[in-house]
Each structure stands twice: as C-alpha cells, then as structure tokens.
C-alpha cells in the first residue's frame, strides 16, 4: 500500500512539474512574441551620426573638470616615458597615429598595430569599460560605413 501511494506522489509531482514547465513555456513563447524588439542604437545606420570625427569628438574636455582629449592622454604617457612626444607631428587623430601604429610599421619599431590597441581598449572589460557601458560598444562611434559600398571607414579629425 505504501508502495502505491508513493507511486501515485511521484506521478502527482511529475505531472505537476510537466504542467508548469508547459504553462511558463507558453508564457515566455507569448510575452516575446507581443512586442517587437527594440531597435538598437546605431550611429550612422540606425541613428543620426553625430561623432562624424570619431576618436577627438568623444576624447573631449566638455565635462566638468575632465579633459579626456588624447593630447592630454598621451602628454601623460610621455611624462611617464612610456611614449615619445609626437605632439608637433599628430594634428588629425587616428590617421596620423597610423605613421606609426599601421601592421607594417608596429612591427619593425615594436609597437602595436593601431587597429587590435584600440580593440583591446575599447572592447575589453565588459561592464566596467566605459565605452560598453556607456557607447554600447558601437563599432560605428570610431568606424564609418558607406551604406552602398558596405564598406567600413576609420573615422578621424582634428583635436578641438
């Protein structure tokens, strides 16, 4: 008898559990089919570009007792001799980062290659990396892309 009434427990909770599995199921199948998703955010193809020159138009001083232009970053790197100052030679940013950052020129100085650096710094980190967090990680806030072509450009200005 006490076999049976176990039998019959089990059966009731198996039963039960199946009933709500499909009951949650259907839940989750109807609440993400009521809306259609949210369009993301992309500059340039979803949205209006506003940072048309890339790196200088985020790498600012327009906050509040920050300046986060790339001069003053790499004046810092400088002081620390962790980079030569090239403040005479680089007036548009990243294209003149390139004379020496491009694949070719990285190799035979020993630096690295401006493309993965900027990957690295920009795409590492998860949550804690400013520019997921607050950009998303947008390729199209540093990248230009020509809707026809299908092509991807590296977007560059002058340091304001």
């Not at 998703?37 to 506003?50: F, K, N």
């Not at 804690?128 to 990248?143: D, L, P, R, S, V």
């Amino acid at each position: 008898m006490a076999k049976r009434k176990r039998r019959v427990v089990l059966t009731a909770v198996l039963l039960g559990t199946v009933l709500l599995l499909l009951i949650g199921g259907v839940a989750f199948v109807t609440f993400s089919q009521e809306g259609e998703p949210a369009m993301p955010e992309i500059p340039g193809i979803t949205v209006e570009d506003v940072n048309v020159n890339g790196c200088v138009d985020c790498h600012n001083n327009d906050i509040a007792d920050s300046d986060y232009r790339l001069s003053t970053s790499l004046g810092e790197l400088v002081e620390e001799g962790k980079h030569p100052d090239v403040s005479a030679m680089v007036t548009t940013v990243p294209d003149d980062c390139v004379m020496c950052h491009s694949q070719q020129m990285a190799e035979g100085m020993g630096t690295e290659p401006l493309g993965p650096m900027m990957h690295k710094i920009h795409l590492v980190g998860g949550a804690e990396n400013h520019f997921i967090a607050g950009y998303q990680g947008q390729c199209t806030h540093c990248h230009g892309f020509k809707e026809e072509t299908g092509e991807f450009s590296i977007k560059s200005g002058e340091e304001g």
